[in-house]
């Protein structure tokens, strides 16, 4: 467990943090708000608890950056090298929680793009990280601290106000009564989310408009609907032929969880947003039944299945929809 730990750091922290610009989606927006805040003199001029209540970042992610450039350094990098940091080892954290194969779940997250995502959205990434804390103080029953991480999270980007459902999904007993009306209420959320925004009074955002004006088929959507479907019920397939107990419900509530956003998300793009939130947990739960199946033979049989799966669907995006993750030649920074 300590070499993969210390060997997936290296490759992670290395290839991720060490690169030029281009190579990910919202990387560059970033560094440009950081750079322009990090050489205005009247920003500066402030403290760290300094919010702009018309800037386009939420406010506990505008002070995190107001202390990488007070008290760390103003290069635009800086944020690229920390928000780095503390997503490789939260990650790798998490995953020691659960299983030895720390590269495994590494692999199969970058081939499913989870880690991409947190890596490139920095504010998501790093809410992301928080919430993986909040997970285990629920485990614990430590309410206040899962709150106030939540609250934490929402600061740093404001989808993390899902995370919440676990706190009502936590008291719900997982049977097929309970699991049947979370689908069937996610596939009338699906059919009429734009409903659901007229109601809220959320017409005016920019992502309804997008939903409602696309005239494309979400393609990478109902791939990741597909997907994560087919490891649901994989994960539901073992727990049944070894009967094994259900001793992580909230691990099943979340992928559960992420079946349902990504099948929202094919028509409204936007809900991927949600479903990021729940997607590190699936690989946990697959990997965890598959390390409790008797045969040897019989679990790497599993593993290799789980693995060219993704690594399928990381081949075919990469070969005919390159598009979706705005990818561009590597380069690493050139610090001179």
Sequence with gaps: MGF???????????????????ILNDTHAYFEWFDDLSHSAEHMSHGIWHVNALDRFEPGFQIYANMIMH???????????????????ANILFIRKFTNGICLVVFLMLCAGVLESEYSGMRQGIAICVLYY?????????????????????????????????????KVELNRKFISITFI?????????????????LTDLVYYEQGMT?????????????????????????QRKYSFK????LLWWMTILNVIFNM????????????????????ILCILLINRVPSGKTRLKYINLIIIGFLL????????????????PYLFYNFN
Excluded at 192 to 201: S, Y
Aim: hydrophobic content about 60%; aromatic content about 22%.
């Design 214 to 238: 696309r005239d494309s088929v979400a393609w990478a959507a109902i791939i990741n609907t597909v997907i994560s479907a087919i490891v649901l019920w994989f994960c539901y397939y073992i």
């Design 246 to 249: 259900v001793k992580e419900p």
């Design 71 to 89: 008290f760390i350094t103003r290069n635009a990098y800086g944020i690229i090298f920390i928000s780095g940091l503390i997503v490789t080892i």
């Design 264 to 283: 929202t998300s094919i028509t409204f793009p936007i809900m991927t947003r949600f479903s990021l939130y729940f997607y590190p947990f699936i690989f």
């Design 313 to 328: 669907r990381f081949i075919v995006i990469l070969e005919y929809k390159n598009d979706w993750n705005v990818m561009y």
């Design 134 to 170: 909040a997970y285990f103080q629920l485990l614990k029953h430590r309410l206040f601290i899962f709150i106030l991480c939540g609250i934490i999270a929402t600061t740093l980007h404001s989808s993390a106000i899902v995370f919440f459902l676990l706190l009502i999904l936590q």
């Design 4 to 22: 993969e730990a210390i060997y997936c750091f290296f490759a992670l922290f290395i290839f991720f943090c060490f690169r030029d610009i281009t």
């Design 185 to 201: 209420g996610g596939i009338i959320i699906a059919f009429f989310i734009d409903k659901v925004f007229e109601m809220l009074g």
